[in-house]
């Protein structure tokens, strides 16, 4: 179980389908899929996907290093089965991202 926000969230399992991998590529947000699976294995974070300006339909962000230390951002959407996400894209941190990770970090560990 991870918490976004204030709520728990249910996550026990991540799909990263052809839509994705189609995705990443025609964006060119040069990620692989297997840098999402590091991310999900390593001390990844979930953060609320809220833009009071944008619709998301990825709800959730989870937010976590690669092996090789690069940051990423990976909105997901839940798949109608309990538990079970789904990755909608995944991109490389900005700063103003990378500094909300680590401040969330630091407000984990207090």
């Not at 179980?1 to 991998?21: H, I, P, Q, T």
């Not at 990825?58 to 092996?67: F, L």
């Not at 940051?71 to 700063?95: C, D, F, K």
Request: net charge negative; charged share 35%; aromatic share 6%.
């Amino acid at each position: 179980m991870a918490e976004s926000g204030d709520s728990e969230l249910v996550f026990d399992e991540l799909e990263v389908d052809d839509e994705f991998r189609a995705h990443v590529a025609e964006r060119r947000h040069f990620v692989r899929s297997s840098e999402v699976l590091e991310v999900l294995l390593g001390r990844p974070i979930f953060l609320d996907n809220a833009d009071p300006d944008q619709d998301h339909r990825a709800p959730v962000m989870m937010v976590g290093e690669t092996v090789q230390g690069r940051l990423l951002i990976v909105p997901i959407e839940p798949t109608g089965r309990p538990g079970v996400w789904r990755a909608v894209t995944a991109y490389q941190a900005s700063l103003s991202e990378r500094r909300r990770y680590e401040e969330e970090l630091e407000n984990d560990g207090e």
